[in-house]
């Protein structure tokens, strides 16, 4: 009954929820295509610090999304809406169902609800302000954010670079703060864009203490899998750099700071808190966004591991 409608699904949660596993339980029961939404998974040769499903698993259970980039490259979340919306559209073309899933929440909201036309990249504006940044610190440029448009640096955090640099930029490129030009420009939902039903769930109803134990347990086996020896060989490819935008992805952003020229060849204890702790507050940060999702009903808010009948009954009834 549910392949002859065309309905869109997305899995949303924080890390170490179920996601995937519940992902690859509907798989069992539907037609689906795994779209991931997770802007680590993308690169190539980041497989164990990101929790990407082992090779078997994505022979079994196929993700779209996943290794399409290669660390030195950027990912925009523009990029990304296109290739979403690109496999949503092969989907219902091929009778499938399209699930999204993932932890990745700037993705979720930009597909949800679209994005503002903006300038396309210039990459001498962007080295120019690469080069100040390095000169001046990221408080500095957030600050001159805050000058010419305060409205989008109260949006922005002042650590989140990628986004401060694409404000700066489009200002420099139009002379007009983002936020106006957000404001101005109209978006197109998911469901206008593919017409079609969207069902949401998200997975919040865990336990802070049962989080944090997930994530631990998690960081053990990601230690115990060679994420160090990941990182190390991440490190040594001549064109990556820290300030590269996959190398901000938690777990490897803090690494990274600890790899001298000696190569320290065990992750210290410090490493691993740091990495531990930045895990732990995306967590929060994730629950913050979906507990403030919009349109979710208390039957679409799910515990960590959900069962999934749960989510097919809820899809089958509306």
Sequence with gaps: MLKDRRILISLMGPTASGKTQLAMNLA????????????????????????KPSAELLRKYPHELVDIREPEDDYSVREFCDDADEQVARSFNDGKIPVLVGGTMMYFNAFKNGLT??????PDVRRALVDQRNRCGLDYMHAKLAKIDPTAAEQIHPQNWVRVERALEVYQITGKPISELWQKQPR???????GCKHFEFVLTEIPRELLHER????????????????????RRRPELAATNLSMQAVG?????EFLNKEELFEISDEARYRIL?????????????????EGISEEHRLPCDPPVEKVMRAIERC
């Design 117 to 122: 036309e903006l300038p396309g990249h210039q």
């Design 277 to 293: 702790v930045a895990t732990r507050q995306i967590a929060r940060r994730q629950l913050i966004w979906l507990r403030k999702w």
């Design 28 to 51: 069992d029961q539907l037609d689906v295509r795994l779209i991931s939404v997770d802007s680590a998974m993308v690169y190539r040769g980041m497989n164990i610090g990101t929790a």
């Design 252 to 256: 490897y952003k803090q690494a990274w």
């Design 188 to 194: 197109t939902s998911a469901v206008s864009r593919h």
């Design 215 to 234: 994530i631990e347990t998690r960081l053990n086996q990601m230690v115990a899998d060679g994420i160090w020896e990941e990182i190390r060989s991440l």
